[in-house]
T-cell receptor, first 115, second 113 residues
Framework: GAVVSQHPSRVICKSGTSVKIECRSL??????MFWYRQFPKQSLMLMAT?????????EQGVEKDKFLINHASLTLSTLTVTSAHPEDSSFYIC???????????FGPGTRLLVL | DAKTTQPPSMDCAEGRAANLPCNHS???????VYWYRQIHSQGPQYIIH???NNETNEMASLIITEDRKSSTLILPHATLRDTAVYYC??????????????FGKGTHLIIQP
């Protein structure tokens, strides 16, 4: 199957700082990538849809000014958590969809801990 | 996307077939059935998907009932590494592109040695 990578895998930051998470499709191009968040013992929740060359689409309740998404190329989307607070601590996961496969493939996830 | 219903947990003995059920009684004609699994602290892994015919790949088999209102994922010879949360998701593919997935609570499959 297609491969999606994320960097970093784990990050610890101080409250008030910003953190950038990268999502890359390694062996295919993706005009659309997705960002999910997963809190402990809960299921994945879609946060936003990242569109190459245009603005991201955010799900209801997700602050677009707090979670900045940039999809600068067909293989890279970034999620920046701005002014992070402890309640932003979570497991962030991206996915991408090779349009020929009709299937989404997920990255390994990034665990964010805000102190 | 249609809603799915799965049992919260199941046990299966190592080496036996694991059969995971999923109900999707409101599925539409253009919606596919997808199965993913998530091993602890990892991103979800794609397993298999189908529309109306049964499907098989190197990981699993997917059996979809004729009325498409339910399906079963079969892991033919379960190993300890198959312990994970398994998600059944139904979704359509629109001509305009892909949409994000809606995850339910899934089934926590525990393989017993």
């Amino acid at each position: 199957g297609a491969v999606v990578s994320q960097h970093p895998s784990r990050v610890i930051c101080k409250s008030g700082t910003s953190v950038k998470i990268e999502c890359r499709s390694l062996d295919f191009q993706a005009t659309t990538m997705f960002w999910y968040r997963q809190f402990p013992k809960q299921s994945l929740m879609l946060m936003a849809t990242s569109n190459e060359g245009s603005k991201a689409t955010y799900e209801q309740g997700v602050e677009k000014d707090k979670f900045l998404i940039n999809h600068a190329s067909l293989t890279l989307s970034t999620l920046t958590v701005t002014s992070a607070h402890p309640e932003d601590s979570s497991f962030y996961i991206c996915s991408a969809d090779p349009t020929t496969a009709r299937t989404q493939y997920f990255g390994p996830g990034t665990r964010l801990l805000v102190l | 996307d249609a809603k799915t219903t799965q049992p919260p947990s199941m046990d299966c003995a190592e080496g036996r077939a694991a059969n995971l059920p999923c109900n999707h009684s409101t599925i539409s004609g253009n919606e596919y059935v997808y199965w993913y699994r998530q091993i602890h602290s990892q991103g979800p892994q794609y397993i298999i998907h189908g529309l109306k015919n049964n499907e098989t790949n190197e990981m699993a088999s997917l059996i979809i009932t004729e009325d498409r209102k339910s399906s079963t994922l079969i892991l033919p010879h379960a190993t300890l590494r198959d312990t994970a949360v398994y998600y059944c998701i139904v979704r359509a593919y629109s001509g305009g592109g892909a949409d994000g997935l809606t995850f339910g609570k899934g089934t926590h499959l525990i393989i017993q040695p």
